[in-house]
T-cell receptor, first 114, second 108 residues
């Protein structure tokens, strides 16, 4: 099993450009999450999904959209990138949701917006 | 609000020594989890302790939970260079909220 994979690993955007980050998991997990991690801060939840076809807002959803068309994939979109979105983005998945379940994380995508 | 704040923010010890990290949280939780993050990598789950447990062991890890003080500690015994990483506690209720972590450096 590959676990949780993220594509791409690195990306540089100019302000106003758009892009999509792809997260894929092969563990048949129901729940998937997108986080961002900034220096000196913990992970902050952007959006999450409790199953195929569902999405919900997390702590910092503004400027991002998500889609979960297939159970194994969770896409994070930036429609008009801003320098404030420069961050490392992590995807995670879990069998069930909080509070009891363990989350499995991908390796991260380092995004720089100029 | 953060449901897990680690202390200290940074810790450096000699290889072979024990490392202790503390975590405080604000509201009631169902469980508390600890994760490790190696530099530039994703988080890896280490251990989960439920609110009705006081202590839990896993290999060289020992976790305690004091719900009356809303605090937890993670002890890593006989530290190794490979333990160099950031450690996060996560208080679990309807959401998992991560703290800023303790950055542990093991000096060979």
């Amino acid at each position: 099993n590959a676990g949780v994979t993220q594509t791409p690993k690195f990306r540089v955007l100019k302000t106003g450009q758009s892009m999509t980050l792809l997260c894929a998991q092969d563990m048949n997990h129901e729940y998937m999450y997108w986080y961002r991690q900034d220096p000196g801060m913990g992970l902050r939840l952007i959006h999450y999904s409790v199953g195929e076809g569902t999405t919900a807002k997390g702590e910092v959803p503004d400027g991002y959209n998500v889609s979960r068309l297939k159970k194994q994939n969770f896409l994070l979109g930036l429609e008009s990138a801003a320098p404030s979105q420069t961050s490392v983005y992590f995807c995670a998945s879990s069998v069930r949701g909080p509070p009891t379940d363990t989350q499995y994380f991908g390796p991260g995508t380092r995004l720089t917006v100029l | 609000s953060q449901q897990g704040e680690e202390d200290p923010q940074a810790l450096s010890i000699q290889e072979g020594e024990n490392a202790t990290m503390n975590c405080s949280y604000k509201t009631s939780i169902n469980n508390l989890q600890w994760y490790r993050q190696n530099s530039g990598r994703g988080l890896v789950h280490l251990i989960l302790i439920r609110s009705n447990e006081r202590e839990k062991h896993s290999g060289r890890l020992r976790v305690t939970l004091d719900t009356s003080k809303k605090s937890s500690s993670l002890l890593i015994t006989a530290s190794r260079a490979a333990d160099t990483a950031s450690y996060f506690c996560v208080g679990g209720n309807e959401k998992l909220t991560f703290g800023t972590g303790t950055r542990l450096t093991i000096i060979p």
